[in-house]
């Protein structure tokens, strides 16, 4: 296509992150926002007027459907991307989603075959992928530096109890108090598959036990962690963690171990540091003789791709820019986007690994084999599997409990109370 791309963002909370770089952003044109909570829609509409557009504001989605737009960001509930993102594709609109690319195995099938049959652009917005530490890794194993993998850690720690009232507004029925532990995966799995390239091939899920020191906050699960163990296609084996564990400054790190040497983030240094004073990545590499090689530490910057225009995006460890803009690039064919925008096949990739490990949990830990829904044989096995933790999406036997031993049941007090701490604008305690 030629232009400027339209865009509009369904989402106004986290999706002011995407907002903030499509003001800035010289091929595209912000065209609408949508959102149901006025205060955030109204946040957003005055960031855009401030930045001298008149957009279109929409409290409902249907209205916001119809609006003349190339392309849509997808930053409403995690669980529910892919049913939009699947009525978006057919009505012709390219998608950028969030995480997590979808909530049931049925509906990975159902988006892979809306992309595919829509021929439009879907990226995923995993942007802990293009984290500057991640993206070195990346383009530093791409070169051959440190061989083909062998075995690699991923952590995304976020112990998020303090801000739960602040991301969950005392809703019981709200996306992040109905997930399972090993749900909200593709922040430390994404960044594995990425580096390397690789595919998941089996998976076994783990799940912590729950913390029960932390007071009643709503999470039906509990606080706990979730740990997938994931063996690639070349038979490499990953770890990843993720969850609520006690550790501040939370920690995003990735290790990767290959024949010829191996890279890794330091786990000191939060990830979001200020510029300058991000952690460091560890790189060593063998050389001729066996054991003996060279070892380099340093701080990566961000890559020499959309130059100036990254450098204005710090958040998330820089890595905030670069879904959107990748998503721009690849609508309008260019090689970055081709290159670096996660497609559908990874990013569902990403996504089964956290759906499957948890039916592995449930079974005491089973290993389950990842299919490959890019091959079209393997699609049917999957396509009606609507299980999860979501009672509108699941019913009777395929409505599973948000914790293996059971969901936490709680009384309307706890959530009454959390609404009570997020209208103050305080944390809990
Ligand atoms: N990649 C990251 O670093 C990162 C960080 C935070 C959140 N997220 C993701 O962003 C997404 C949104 O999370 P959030 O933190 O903004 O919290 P959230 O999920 O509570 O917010 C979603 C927003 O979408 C709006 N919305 C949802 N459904 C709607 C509908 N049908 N009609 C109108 N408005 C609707 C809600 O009013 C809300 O403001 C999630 O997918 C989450 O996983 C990603």
């Known amino acids: ?22 003001l800035r952003h010289p091929e595209a044109e912000l065209v609408a926002i949508c959102d149901k ?39 409403n509930y995690a669980n529910e991307h892919a049913p939009f993102a699947i009525r978006l594709l057919k009505s012709g609109r390219h998608v950028l989603s969030e995480v997590l690319p979808c909530e049931t195995m049925a509906q990975a099938v159902e988006l892979i075959e809306a992309v595919e049959a829509s021929g439009k652009v879907y990226a995923y917005a995993e942007n802990y992928c293009y984290m500057w530490h991640a993206f070195e890794m990346r383009e530093r194993y791409a ?31 709200h996306w992040r108090n109905n997930m399972y532990p090993t749900f909200y995966c593709t922040h430390s799995i994404g960044p594995m598959l990425s580096i ?23 999470l039906k699960s509990g606080e706990c962690a979730g740990i997938e163990i994931v063996t690639l296609d070349n038979g490499a084996i990953c770890k990843s963690v993720h969850g609520h564990l ?21 786990r000191f240094t939060p990830s979001y540091a200020p510029e300058g004073q991000e952690p460091e990545l560890q790189v060593y590499r063998e050389g001729d003789k066996l054991c003996v090689g060279t070892t380099e530490r340093y701080r ?10 990254a450098k204005k995006f710090s958040t998330h460890g820089g890595s905030d820019f670069y879904p959107t803009h990748f998503f721009i690039e690849k609508i309008l064919g260019r090689p970055d986007g081709e290159k670096y925008s996660i497609d559908v096949y990874h990013a569902v990739d990403m996504g ?38 979501n009672p509108a999406v699941a019913q009777g ?28 604008g305080k944390n809990a305690e």
């Open 37 to 75: 909570y006025k205060p955030a829609l109204e946040k957003a509409g005055k960031a855009a007027r401030e930045a001298g557009l008149d957009i279109a504001l929409y409290e409902n989605f249907e209205d916001f459907f119809r609006h003349d737009m190339d392309a849509v960001v997808l930053a």
């Open 352 to 389: 089964i690994c956290g759906i499957l490990a948890y039916r592995s949990a449930l079974a005491g830990n089973r290993p389950l084999r990842v299919p490959d829904l890019r091959d079209k044989a393997e699609r049917d096995a999957w396509r009606h599997d609507n299980k999860c933790t």
């Open 1 to 22: 296509m030629s232009g400027k791309v339209r865009i509009g963002v369904f989402g106004a909370y986290r999706g002011m992150t995407m907002i903030e770089v499509l």
């Open 143 to 173: 070169r051959g530096e440190i061989g083909e993998v062998m075995y690699a850690e991923g952590e995304y720690i976020h112990d998020c109890a303090a801000i739960w009232p602040g991301i969950t507004y005392g809703e019981r029925g």
């Open 196 to 218: 390397t390239g690789r595919r998941p091939v089996q998976v076994t899920g783990f799940i912590t036990q729950r913390n029960n020191t932390v007071r009643p906050l709503g």
């Open 397 to 424: 036997d395929d409505l599973l409990p948000c914790y293996p031993g059971g969901s936490m049941e709680y009384p309307d007090s706890v959530y009454e109370e959390v609404r009570k701490i997020w209208l103050s």
């Open 300 to 309: 990566p910057g961000p890559q020499p791709i959309a130059g100036e225009m």
């Open 246 to 266: 006690k550790r501040e400054p939370g920690s995003i790190n990735y290790e990767i171990y290959g024949t010829k040497g191996s890279m890794e983030s330091e």
